[in-house]
């Protein structure tokens, strides 16, 4: 167990000494710093998985974490290549947007043990939700004078994946009370995305948002890691 959180711990660390040199610029090592402080929540992720037994639920998680490494990688390449900004926005959400197809079926298995009839109404209803909250932040951004370009569908078709894991966690935690780790975890997530969306397409390059969105970010997976540690 101690194995695991420390290197929980390890992926904060490794992230906050990768925001400082960011926030200056965007090089080669803070992409290695990057790349360690993901690392770290997979090794997190694989000694609880260990620890716990090779079940299919964690090892769905797990791959969730690694598809998180392969978007955290494609998006710091964006950075310092702005010239192939839109393919490598779009390869990395992509990457993400698969970790999360990975997550809900790992939340679906999880539903399905704990309460099957759960799974009738909470699949609908948190898609009707993840609708409505990508409209509201849709209109939201036009106000705030964001503009997603040639990429704004695939931001629409990311935000209903995101919000749906959000709000799907929440309704597999109601009747997994343990599961409010991975649903607090989604929530933060939530909050990452939505300060990379005010970096990306509404010109915040305050260095404090590189700070906000990586933490967030970190925290997020760094709860999935931990959820396969207590949760399973």
Known sequence: MIGSIIFAVLSMIFCIVFCVFRSQKATFYSLTLKTLASLCFIFSGIIAL??????????????????GLAGDIILDLKVM??????????????????????????????????????????????????VLMTLVILFSSKKMGMD??????????????LTFMFFYSVFVAIYNPIFWIFAAG???????????????????????????NHIAYYLAQIMFALFMLFGL
């Open 81 to 130: 290549y702005p010239e192939k900004n839109d393919a490598l926005f779009l390869s990395g959400t992509a990457s993400f947007a698969v970790g999360h197809v990975f997550y809900f079926v790992a939340t679906l298995l999880i539903n399905l043990e704990s309460n099957q009839a759960s799974v009738a109404w909470a699949i609908p209803v948190a898609l009707l939700l993840a």
């Open 148 to 161: 997603f370009g040639k990429v704004k569908w695939a931001v629409i078709g990311y935000s209903i994946i």
């Open 50 to 67: 260990k620890l716990n037994g090779f079940s299919t639920i964690g090892i769905l998680i797990l791959v969730g974490l690694i598809c």
């Open 186 to 212: 989604m929530l933060v997530f939530l909050f990452s995305d939505l300060i990379l969306s005010m970096q990306y397409f509404g010109g915040k390059d305050q260095k404090i948002f590189i700070y906000i």
